[in-house]
């Protein structure tokens, strides 16, 4: 992992020079902090605006760290994917932290740490969703502006009470994620390939490979646990992907263990097809912020007529719609009035 393969990964001419490289980054928003950790390590002159956002980019993923730490001790929720990847990289070298995911062991920790976010950052947005019907699994995402809004990207934190959302269908949902941690970060690439398989994966997924190829996999244990958690084709293609880029390691073990589990997987897949009804998959449009309603545990559901579904939080108010399908104004209106009236009987 060192600026070389970084200008293989950008498909950037090495005599093009480093302004070309972090030029080309500049197409994804963390890309340019991982390349400017790269050139700082390698000693490349740089004036102090480029220095600055490599100094605030740092902050940001010191602040994700302790952030974790601190709501894993009050809360219960844990980081997976981005910040345990992160761990992996060498030295000086930044991991892109697009967004801080967290999965919660229940509903009531994962309000607990939502309150914990809005009440010590400045958060503007809270979106939510709801995935399946009785139980359901909640997913919030939380965003706050930057230190400097305009340039750099916005803090996000994901939480949800499922670690792997599967596709809704075939793929289950699967709410618990246990195994090393870095077997845990190799499946959660493996779930993101998840309706994805036919694009290759991006640089930085192709360099959290290259960080992981150097942990120590026993292929079988590792190809069994990717079987059990229904990801043997996903993880399949991404090995087959990064291994015309980087080294895999004991990673290339773990690839031929898999191909015993993928006709397995497949034929599930198939026979689920034709007998499993999707799991719905609900979004919450805002009604209102609220004052943080420090006694309840979990959200609460009401359907104030057959049409309007609202879901109750914490923290705000929401009408569930399915997802991608924007509220008509009249239902709306009609969620509104319905909050009003809850609100003068309770």
Not at 194 to 214: F, K, N
Not at 279 to 286: E, F, K, N, S
Request: with cysteine.
């Amino acid at each position: 992992m060192n600026t070389a393969l970084l200008y293989r990964l950008l498909d950037v001419d090495p005599a093009a020079g480093p302004a070309e490289l972090l030029h080309r980054a500049r197409a994804g928003r963390h890309l340019p902090h991982l390349v400017l950790s790269a050139l700082v390590g390698d000693g490349v002159r740089m004036g102090e605006p480029a220095r600055a956002e490599l100094r605030r980019a740092r902050d940001r993923a010191d602040h994700y760290a302790r952030l974790s730490a601190g709501l894993a001790r009050s809360t219960g929720v844990r980081a997976i994917r981005g910040l345990p990847l992160a761990g992996y990289y060498p030295g000086g070298l930044l991991r892109p932290l697009d967004t801080l995911d967290l999965v919660a062991p229940d509903e009531a920790a994962l309000w607990q740490a939502v309150i914990r976010l809005v009440t010590d950052h400045p958060v503007e947005h809270i979106d939510v969703s709801l995935l399946g019907e009785r139980p359901h699994h909640t997913a919030v995402t939380v965003h706050w502006p930057a230190e400097d809004p305009l340039v750099d990207p916005w803090y996000r934190v994901h939480l949800s009470t499922a670690a792997l959302p599967g596709d809704g269908s075939a793929v289950p949902v699967r709410p618990y994620l246990v195994a090393d941690q870095h077997v845990e970060c190799l499946i959660a690439l493996a779930e993101s390939r998840i309706d994805r398989s036919a694009q290759p994966p991006g640089p930085v997924t192709l360099l959290d490979m290259a960080a992981l190829a150097r942990r120590p996999f026993e292929p079988a244990e590792t190809a069994a646990v990717l079987a059990a958690y229904r990801l043997a084709p996903e993880a399949a293609g991404l090995l087959d992907h990064a291994a015309g880029q980087v080294q895999l390691g004991s990673l290339a073990a773990v690839r031929a263990e898999l191909a015993l589990e993928l006709a397995p997987e497949l034929r599930r897949r198939a026979e689920t097809a034709t007998t499993a009804a999707p799991l719905p998959d609900r979004h919450g449009t805002l009604l209102r912020r609220t004052v943080i309603r420090h006694d309840w545990d979990e959200a609460r559901l009401l359907t104030p007529t057959p049409e309007t579904l609202l879901l109750l939080t914490p923290v705000a108010d929401y009408l569930l719609t399915p997802a991608r399908t924007p509220a008509a104004p009249t239902t709306r209106m009609a969620a509104l009035q319905a909050l009003h009236r809850w609100d003068t009987v309770c």
